[in-house]
């Protein structure tokens, strides 16, 4: 059994590194509007948001940026930088956030602010995480953290997982012992200097490019072991293998679709792509014109080009992170510019797939076929639409839309929803109207179900959708293994 229901629960995994302040400062901006967005959904939303850093520990903050400026002041050996005004003192005004839990929360019942706060006037103090942190990155080991740990109960059961990442530079996902070996010994084969270890180490542990030098053709994320050779065995792996975060992922997913959850990941991603890459899924791969900007990253920016300097990289290429996160696409982008001067786009397309995608769920196993011999699959389920005690009204049984060609319909002119069914896991029919989210095919399901609501037509708050539906093996079974 699987329940549809609009509950979400939210985790920024924010850079904190020393390049950092100006794009806190912007994701900070642009955070009213995504709260508007989130809200303005037909069904309402029950949210949890929470922050996390890429030092990879995965310890939720909610403090105000104000109590503790001295983590917006950095200095290296090409300079110091201080972003308290920027990062911290331009957009929040409040010197103490304290809430019952580690993170935001809204819901039918309320919220857990401190009395006269909002929710993205909170964002605009919690959200900012400061420049001193650890210059190897470690976004996806973050939020594996989160995800395994769950401190002090952040996840539920019957809340979707959005994950949203904001970095500037490539993932350096690896325990502490790899961190450590790979900034202090002089026989590593990924440093680009003999004299010191540079971010160009994580660049070159994880990734293998193809074609140049100069103009990439393409670059790839692989794994590689203490002599830089590309091995097959995750335990010689220098950083973590990607698949790693995806298995864990997965894991979770199955974890509430057995409790009857949601069991629904949604990945998002404000990185080093070109500034239309949510449109044309170009990357771009090229050495900096400037050599010293090559020894300290490993490769060019991939937006913002010719701007580059050491002390502000515009946004490096993140080949291991963006792997993973588009592995759990939606129809929708999720891939977004770290390079944009505001991230309201991204925020808002982010928001707005958040609602749709908590009434649009891949059905956890494989699902029979009442019709084995016709076209497509006739998927043995029943979807009723259940609504909250207070709302004194009866449960009933969601009809499947009209499609027609590419275009689907409501049944009838006094229905108000239905659903559709998606079936097609590698586009093979002609119509995209069949099409399956790839995160659904990364789970090796076969039916994926969208619940298509009328415009206009007040739901109320807690209404959830109940899916039933005869498997051929146990739940969680993969269709290419039956």
């Known amino acids: 059994d699987l329940r549809l229901r609009r509950a979400v629960d939210i985790l920024f995994v924010v850079d904190n590194s020393g390049s950092m302040g100006g794009e806190q400062s912007t994701l900070v901006q642009s955070f009213r509007s995504f709260v508007d967005v989130l809200e303005a959904q037909q069904v309402g939303a029950s949210y949890r948001i929470g922050v996390t850093t890429t030092a990879g520990d995965g310890q939720l903050r909610v403090s105000s940026c104000r109590s503790r400026l001295y983590e917006f002041q950095f200095e290296w050996m090409f300079g110091s930088h201080d972003e308290r005004q920027r990062g911290c003192l331009d957009h929040c005004a409040i010197d103490t956030i304290a809430t019952p839990q580690p993170w935001l929360e809204r819901s039918e019942l309320g919220n857990n602010l401190p009395a006269g706060v909002d929710m993205a006037t909170a964002f605009q103090c919690i959200g ?12 996806l080991e973050a939020m594996l953290r989160v995800v395994k740990d769950n401190p002090a109960g952040f996840l539920r059961d019957e809340a979707m997982l959005a994950v949203i990442f904001l970095t500037d530079e490539a993932d350096c996902s690896a325990s502490d012992a790899e961190i450590e070996w790979l900034q202090t010994s002089p026989e590593s084969p990924f440093r680009t200097t003999p004299d010191r270890a540079t971010s160009a180490s ?18 790839a994320a692989v794994d590689k072991d203490h ?7 995750p335990s010689e792996a220098v950083l973590y293998p990607q698949q790693r975060y995806i298995d864990a992922l997965l894991a979770l997913s199955a974890q509430r679709q057995a409790a009857g959850g949601q069991g629904q990941v949604l990945l ?26 090559n020894i300290e990253y490993g490769i060019g920016p991939a937006c913002n080009v010719g701007t580059e300097n050491i002390n502000d990289p515009p946004g490096i290429p993140d080949v291991r992170l963006r792997g993973v996160v588009e592995s759990f696409a939606t129809e929708a982008p999720n891939v977004f510019s770290v390079c944009s001067s505001e991230y309201a786009v991204a925020l808002d397309s982010i928001a707005a797939a958040i609602g749709e995608i908590s009434e ?27 609504f909250p005690p207070d709302a004194g009204l009866p449960p009933r049984k969601l009809e499947p839309c009209t499609l027609t060609g590419d275009t689907w319909d409501f049944p009838g002119p006094n ?50 959708v109940a899916v039933d539906c005869a498997l051929i093996g146990p739940a969680g079974t993969r269709c290419d293994d039956v």
Do not use: K
């Open 415 to 464: 229905i108000a929803a239905c659903y559709r069914v998606l079936d097609d896991p590698s586009a093979q029919t002609p119509s995209p109207a069949d099409d399956m989210a790839a995160h659904c095919v990364t789970r090796g399901f076969n039916v994926e179900f969208v619940v298509e609501r009328r415009e206009g037509v007040a739901i109320p708050s807690g209404t959830s």
């Open 360 to 386: 649009r769920a891949c059905v956890g196993g494989c699902v029979s076929d009442l019709e084995p011999g016709a076209s497509g699959l006739q998927p043995d389920c029943r979807l009723i639409e259940e």
């Open 268 to 293: 998002s991603l404000i990185a080093g792509v070109p500034l239309d890459y949510p449109a044309t899924q170009v990357e771009l791969y090229a050495d900096s014109q400037f050599p010293a900007f």
């Open 202 to 219: 994580c660049w070159n542990a994880g990734v293998e490019c193809f074609g140049g030098p100069g103009m990439y053709d393409g670059c």
């Open 227 to 233: 002599l830089g050779l590309v091995t097959d065995d």
């Open 128 to 139: 900012p995480q400061g420049i001193n942190g650890p210059g190897f990155e470690r976004p």
